[in-house]
């Protein structure tokens, strides 16, 4: 069975699914329901949704975190720390990256600052399986960032789940997940009992996460990471790629839920073009299903796997034609001179280059962020980073008001072009008179 196999002018940029109007319905509603009511609001959807019982409190304070931290196996301690301090150093590296500036302009001097947002609401998911890494992922990155407040919010947390937010740093942690989770961080519904309204909202969710996201970007005017749908990965491979290894790295995507994506887009390196490329997508399927049957997480990936596709290429160009298309949030490079193809790649969430790059080392905290852009939307932006937690602020002054005569005269001019009197008004306020003629003597 494995994978279908399509035509590679059957992909399409734009082809991605878009957020479901009911589910974009409800989030409205819940986010609306909870910036009116506030707390109570948000405790009647907990319990609804099983995720408190009455009377329960929804924050974890950081002596419960740290207490979950201590509880753990020493091993399992020191995998947090681990893959938190990797995470931390490559943060770091990307902060360092963007610094103040100025530069000179007529009359004076203008520049820009970078400073963190103050408060961060950073979701993980909780509901099929518990992700310390994605709480490490996103708070660690904020702090690193240097946000002053830090909240998690994820569902039902196990142990592991709060050890990863001490490791990460987190200040308090609610213990709800979902729509009301996000609108409890968007409008600062928990904040007597200790959780700020977020200034920023990042972390990977299911359809209603997202689309409580996208409702608190405009209702609630919080800063969101992205707008992201299922998981997804895409490994553009040749004959030379074990076919096993690619299977592998389908399946551990295709498990995350049952809507993910795993695809393939094979071409071939040796001249048979897609006569060979369709041989290496059948012992690819054929790899797949041998994988599937003593799979435990079979019930979820066998679904994804029948929402995959596969696409035989007569060329390397077709190949990366049909990629660029689907802008994937995982993009795997497996072949012959793979740097060289990588380099040719546009448009993907994270980049995976040679058969040792797997992504699960990116899902693991290897370094970079595995909160990533899906469903196309790569074409346009990256994922999480130092970034989404900093302000670029500009700035200027002016101190000679004559080297400066040449800007305020294209001001006036260019604000009666715009019919803007006003504006014009306000530029001739900084003219100075030209300067009084010398008497011949």
Same mark, same amino acid.
């Given at each position: 069975?494995?994978?279908?196999?399509?035509?590679?002018?059957?992909?399409?940029?734009?082809?991605?699914?878009?957020?479901?109007?009911?589910?974009?319905?409800?989030?409205?509603?819940?986010?609306?329901?909870?910036?009116?009511?506030?707390?109570?609001?948000?405790?009647?959807?907990?319990?609804?949704?099983?995720?408190?019982?009455?009377?329960?409190?929804?924050?974890?304070?950081?002596?419960?975190?740290?207490?979950?931290?201590?509880?753990?196996?020493?091993?399992?301690?020191?995998?947090?720390?681990?893959?938190?301090?990797?995470?931390?150093?490559?943060?770091?590296?990307?902060?360092?990256?963007?610094?103040?500036?100025?530069?000179?302009?007529?009359?004076?001097?203008?520049?820009?600052?970078?400073?963190?947002?103050?408060?961060?609401?950073?979701?993980?998911?909780?509901?099929?399986?518990?992700?310390?890494?994605?709480?490490?992922?996103?708070?660690?990155?904020?702090?690193?960032?240097?946000?002053?407040?830090?909240?998690?919010?994820?569902?039902?947390?196990?142990?592991?789940?709060?050890?990863?937010?001490?490791?990460?740093?987190?200040?308090?942690?609610?213990?709800?997940?979902?729509?009301?989770?996000?609108?409890?961080?968007?409008?600062?519904?928990?904040?007597?009992?200790?959780?700020?309204?977020?200034?920023?909202?990042?972390?990977?969710?299911?359809?209603?996460?997202?689309?409580?996201?996208?409702?608190?970007?405009?209702?609630?005017?919080v800063g969101i990471d992205m707008i992201a749908g299922p998981s997804e990965v895409l490994v553009i491979c040749d004959e030379t790629a074990d076919a096993a290894t690619v299977a592998a790295d389908m399946l551990a995507q295709a498990e995350h839920d049952v809507v993910a994506r795993p695809i393939v887009v094979a071409f071939s390196s040796d001249g048979s073009g897609k006569a060979g490329a369709l041989k290496m997508v059948a012992k690819i399927n054929a790899a797949l299903d041998a994988q599937l049957e003593n799979?435990?997480?079979?019930?979820?990936?066998?679904?994804?796997?029948?929402?995959?596709?596969?696409?035989?290429?007569?060329?390397?160009?077709?190949?990366?034609? #049909?990629? +660029? *298309? %689907?802008?994937?949030?995982?993009? $795997?490079?497996?072949?012959?001179?793979? /740097? &060289?193809?990588?380099? !040719?790649?546009?448009?993907?969430?994270?980049?995976?280059?040679?058969?040792?790059?797997?992504?699960?080392?990116?899902?693991?905290?290897?370094?970079?962020?595995?909160?990533?852009?899906?469903?196309?939307?790569?074409?346009?932006?990256?994922?999480?980073?130092?970034?989404?937690?900093?302000?670029?602020?500009?700035?200027?002054?002016?101190?000679?008001?004559?080297?400066?005569?040449?800007? #305020?005269? +294209? *001001? %006036?001019?260019?604000?009666?072009? $715009?019919?803007?009197?006003?504006?014009? /008004? &306000?530029?001739?306020? !900084?003219?100075?008179?030209?300067?009084?003629?010398?008497?011949?003597?």
């Open positions: 069975m494995g994978v279908k196999i399509v035509e590679a002018s059957s992909v399409n940029a734009g082809d991605s699914e878009t957020l479901d109007t009911k589910v974009m319905e409800f989030a409205e509603q819940c986010l609306a329901k909870v910036k009116a009511e506030g707390a109570p609001a948000v405790y009647a959807y907990a319990g609804q949704f099983g995720e408190l019982t009455e009377g329960q409190s929804a924050v974890v304070d950081k002596a419960a975190m740290k207490a979950a931290y201590d509880g753990l196996d020493a091993d399992d301690r020191a995998c947090l720390e681990a893959c938190g301090a990797r995470i931390k150093a490559f943060a770091l590296a990307q902060k360092a990256s963007f610094v103040d500036m100025e530069t000179p302009i007529p009359g004076g001097v203008a520049g820009h600052t970078v400073s963190p947002v103050e408060v961060a609401g950073c979701y993980a998911p909780g509901g099929r399986y518990p992700l310390p890494s994605s709480v490490l992922m996103t708070a660690v990155t904020a702090r690193a960032a240097g946000v002053k407040t830090v909240v998690v919010a994820t569902p039902k947390p196990l142990p592991v789940t709060l050890a990863a937010a001490h490791v990460a740093g987190a200040d308090v942690l609610v213990a709800v997940g979902g729509a009301h989770a996000i609108a409890a961080m968007a409008t600062g519904a928990l904040a007597e009992e200790g959780v700020p309204r977020a200034d920023v909202l990042c972390g990977p969710g299911n359809a209603w996460v997202t689309a409580a996201k996208a409702c608190a970007a405009t209702s609630a005017r799979l435990p997480t079979k019930a979820v990936a066998a679904p994804a796997c029948a929402r995959g596709f596969a696409v035989a290429c007569e060329s390397v160009d077709e190949a990366l034609r #049909v990629s +660029d *298309a %689907v802008a994937p949030e995982h993009l $795997e490079v497996i072949c012959e001179n793979e /740097r &060289a193809v990588a380099d !040719r790649c546009n448009h993907y969430g994270g980049l995976f280059v040679g058969s040792r790059s797997a992504e699960v080392m990116g899902d693991y905290g290897i370094g970079p962020n595995h909160t990533l852009p899906t469903s196309g939307t790569a074409r346009y932006t990256g994922g999480l980073c130092v970034m989404d937690f900093l302000r670029i602020r500009t700035w200027m002054r002016i101190d000679d008001g004559p080297a400066s005569q040449c800007a #305020v005269r +294209d *001001a %006036v001019r260019l604000a009666r072009i $715009e019919g803007l009197e006003g504006h014009a /008004r &306000a530029a001739e306020a !900084r003219l100075l008179p030209p300067p009084a003629k010398k008497q011949k003597v």
